[in-house]
């Protein structure tokens, strides 16, 4: 999200994913899934570019707020192994929380909603991301570095954060009894982008859904979630999806006024 961390791995990297995908693909139809409609694969992936020109665009100014709270933490932890777990854990629950605030709130919503405007359910919607997002996310990592945690463990915590919610995003994956409600899983995550009513603002959790638990968020997945958002089909458009949820915030705005 906010560095070139894992740049040297990323043609690599691209290649796995391309390969998952298109097993995906197979799977589904193999076994009627339907979770792959082309007009929607067609947007993910002009998303998913849109997204990468604009991370390019940003990382000097996320680098900079990272750096600006660097300097002013109160202290400095060294660069060990517990220290990175430390990192990996702040991280991540910070992501809870972020991610938390982002259904709650309208200005958050407006970015985020455009990850959840899917109607399908793959591994190409977890790359539907907003390209602006980038402008208020370090913020909210901010406290952890000013507690003293190195902000380059914390970029490499949440890359890897970020790497793991790739495979959250499948319906080819059932429940997994052995890690459910620790560790985030598909089913947890299908959980988390369903409209049915019992699953709205559900499962909020990045790697750890243990904080779901905590915080009585979470909600095991007990039918097919019908996927989208409430207000309802936003279209295949990128630059529509990009503007929908500040479209609805201006005329919210506006109505208010009036």
């Given at each position: 999200?906010?560095?070139?961390?894992?740049?040297?791995?990323?043609?690599?990297?691209?290649?796995?994913?391309?390969?998952?995908?298109?097993?995906?693909?197979?799977?589904?139809?193999?076994?009627?899934?339907?979770?792959?409609?082309?007009?929607?694969?067609?947007?993910?992936?002009?998303?998913?570019?849109?997204?990468?020109?604009?991370?390019?665009?940003?990382?000097?100014?996320?680098?900079?707020?990272?750096?600006?709270?660097?300097?002013?933490?109160?202290?400095?932890?060294?660069?060990?192994?517990?220290?990175?777990?430390?990192?990996?854990?702040?991280?991540?629950?910070?992501?809870?929380?972020?991610?938390?605030?982002?259904?709650?709130?309208?200005?958050?919503?407006?970015?985020?909603?455009?990850?959840?405007?899917?109607?399908?359910?793959?591994?190409?919607?977890?790359?539907?991301?907003?390209?602006?997002?980038?402008?208020?996310?370090?913020?909210?990592?901010?406290?952890?570095?000013?507690?003293?945690?190195?902000?380059?463990?914390?970029?490499?915590?949440?890359?890897?954060?970020?790497?793991?919610?790739?495979?959250?995003?499948?319906?080819?994956?059932?429940?997994?009894?052995?890690?459910?409600?620790?560790?985030?899983?598909?089913?947890?995550?299908?959980?988390?982008?369903?409209?049915?009513?019992?699953?709205?603002?559900?499962?909020?959790?990045?790697?750890?859904?243990?904080?779901?638990?905590?915080?009585?968020t979470y909600q095991e997945e007990v039918e097919e979630p019908v996927y989208g958002i409430t207000t309802g089909?936003?279209?295949?458009?990128?630059?529509?999806?990009?503007?929908?949820?500040?479209?609805?915030l201006f005329k919210n705005a506006l109505r208010q006024l009036r």
């Amino acid at each position: 999200m906010f560095s070139t961390e894992v740049e040297p791995y990323g043609k690599w990297v691209l290649i796995f994913v391309i390969l998952l995908i298109t097993a995906e693909i197979i799977g589904s139809w193999r076994q009627r899934k339907k979770s792959y409609e082309l007009r929607d694969t067609i947007s993910n992936i002009l998303i998913f570019i849109g997204f990468q020109f604009f991370k390019i665009l940003l990382t000097g100014y996320q680098l900079a707020i990272l750096g600006f709270g660097e300097h002013f933490a109160l202290f400095h932890l060294p660069e060990k192994p517990w220290v990175f777990v430390l990192s990996f854990i702040a991280a991540d629950f910070t992501y809870y929380w972020f991610h938390r605030l982002s259904h709650r709130y309208s200005l958050l919503w407006a970015f985020h909603l455009v990850h959840h405007s899917s109607t399908r359910m793959n591994f190409t919607t977890a790359y539907r991301l907003h390209w602006f997002s980038g402008l208020i996310t370090p913020f909210f990592y901010l406290p952890a570095i000013l507690l003293g945690l190195p902000a380059k463990f914390l970029v490499i915590s949440i890359a890897l954060n970020l790497a793991y919610q790739f495979f959250l995003h499948t319906r080819l994956i059932g429940k997994l009894p052995w890690i459910e409600g620790i560790m985030d899983t598909p089913s947890a995550h299908r959980v988390h982008h369903g409209i049915n009513p019992h699953y709205i603002d559900k499962n909020f959790g990045g790697v750890f859904i243990f904080w779901d638990r905590l915080f009585g968020t979470y909600q095991e997945e007990v039918e097919e979630p019908v996927y989208g958002i409430t207000t309802g089909f936003v279209g295949y458009n990128p630059f529509s999806i990009m503007l929908y949820g500040f479209r609805r915030l201006f005329k919210n705005a506006l109505r208010q006024l009036r």
